[in-house]
C-alpha cells in the first residue's frame, strides 16, 4: 500500500456512509444539487419544506470554516425540483488536502443527482466585463495544477482517466444562454482561472491569465466541476463579477466590495436561477 492509500481510501463505500445518512432524513430523491457562492447563500431560504442537516452530523464529510458559511445541507423543493443545497462549501485555502474536496459531489451522486449548479463571486480579467456581471463559465483554467481526482480510483464511481471537455455541460449552458432575457443583469460567457487563495492574484498573475485566454478569477468551483465529470454528473456554473481582479482597474481588491456587489446582485441572480430550474425539466426531456 502507498502513502496515498494509506492517507485516504476513499473507494465507493467510504463515501456510501454519507449517502446512508442523509437518505435517512429524507423520503425523496434529490434531482438537482446546488453549491452556492458569496452572491447566492440566501437562496437557501426559499427551499421548501427543508431538511436541514449541519456537516459535522454527516458521517465522512467535511465541516465548513469560512464564518460566512452557515456549514449544513438543506434538501426540500426549489422552484419546482428537489434540491440538495450547500450553504457553505469547501475550499483548499481552509486546509483541506485536495482529495478530500471531492466529499460533496460524491455524496450527491449516491444521492442520485441527476446535475448540479455552481455559483461564485469571481474577479473580472476581460475588460469587456464590469461589476454585477453574470459569467456563464464555459471551460476553466486550473492555475494551481492539482486534481481532487490525485490518489488511487475506484472504477465504480468513475475512471481513471476521464476526459473533461464538457465539464460545464453544453446543453444547460444553452439552456441559460437562452434565459438571459430574463435576466436585467448583462450575462456573458467565459473562461474561470482558477487559484487557491486565499490571497487574491496579483497583477502580473492577472496579465498571464487574460494572455492565457481567462475572463475571470476565482478560489472555488473547479475542483467540484472536475469530480462532477469524472462521475458523470452534468454541472452549469455560473460566477457574479463581484470586482474587477487585481491590476485591472486603479482599485484596491478586497472583499468588501465582494460583499457589496454580492448583496446588490442576489436578488437578480435569484430570479435567474429560479428560470433556470424552472426550464430543466424541458431541458432534460430533449
Do not use: W
Not at 485516504?8 to 453549491?35: C, G
Not at 450575462?187 to 487563495?197: F, L, M, N
Not at 472536475?226 to 457574479?240: F, R, Y
Request: with cysteine.
Amino acid at each position: 500500500m502507498n502513502n496515498i492509500e494509506m492517507k485516504y481510501n476513499f473507494n465507493l463505500e467510504y463515501f456510501e456512509k454519507s449517502a446512508d445518512y442523509v437518505k435517512s432524513k429524507i423520503d425523496f430523491k434529490p434531482q438537482t444539487a446546488l453549491i452556492l457562492g458569496s452572491a447566492l447563500g440566501s437562496l437557501a431560504s426559499d427551499i421548501k419544506n427543508p431538511v436541514e442537516i449541519p456537516y459535522e452530523d454527516i458521517p465522512d464529510f467535511l465541516v465548513s470554516t469560512v464564518k460566512s458559511h452557515a456549514g449544513k445541507l438543506i434538501l426540500g423543493e426549489l422552484y419546482g425540483r428537489k434540491v440538495v443545497c450547500m450553504s457553505g462549501r469547501f475550499h483548499d485555502y481552509e486546509g483541506y488536502d485536495y482529495e478530500q474536496l471531492v466529499a460533496p459531489v460524491r455524496l450527491f451522486k449516491l444521492l442520485g443527482v441527476e446535475n448540479m449548479i455552481l455559483t461564485n463571486a469571481a474577479g473580472g480579467i476581460n475588460t469587456g466585463y464590469k461589476p454585477g456581471d453574470l459569467m456563464i463559465i464555459r471551460d476553466h483554467i486550473n492555475l494551481a495544477g492539482a486534481s481532487p481526482l490525485r490518489g488511487p480510483n475506484d472504477d465504480r464511481i468513475g475512471p481513471r482517466f476521464f476526459d473533461v471537455c464538457n465539464a460545464y455541460d453544453e446543453g444547460l449552458r444553452t439552456l441559460a444562454k437562452s434565459l438571459a432575457k430574463e435576466c436585467s443583469l448583462r450575462i456573458q460567457e467565459g473562461v474561470y482561472a482558477y487559484q487557491t487563495g486565499p490571497h487574491f492574484e496579483t497583477p502580473a498573475e492577472i496579465r498571464f491569465l487574460r494572455m492565457a485566454g481567462a475572463d475571470a478569477a476565482g478560489m472555488s468551483t473547479v475542483t467540484e466541476a472536475l469530480t462532477a465529470a469524472h462521475c458523470g454528473l452534468k454541472t452549469l456554473a455560473i460566477s457574479l463579477i463581484s470586482n474587477m481582479a487585481a491590476g485591472v482597474n486603479n482599485n484596491r481588491v478586497d472583499g468588501e466590495e465582494v460583499d457589496y456587489v454580492a448583496a446588490q446582485s442576489a436578488k437578480e441572480f435569484k430570479k435567474y436561477l429560479s428560470s433556470i430550474l424552472a426550464h430543466m425539466e424541458s431541458q432534460e426531456d430533449e
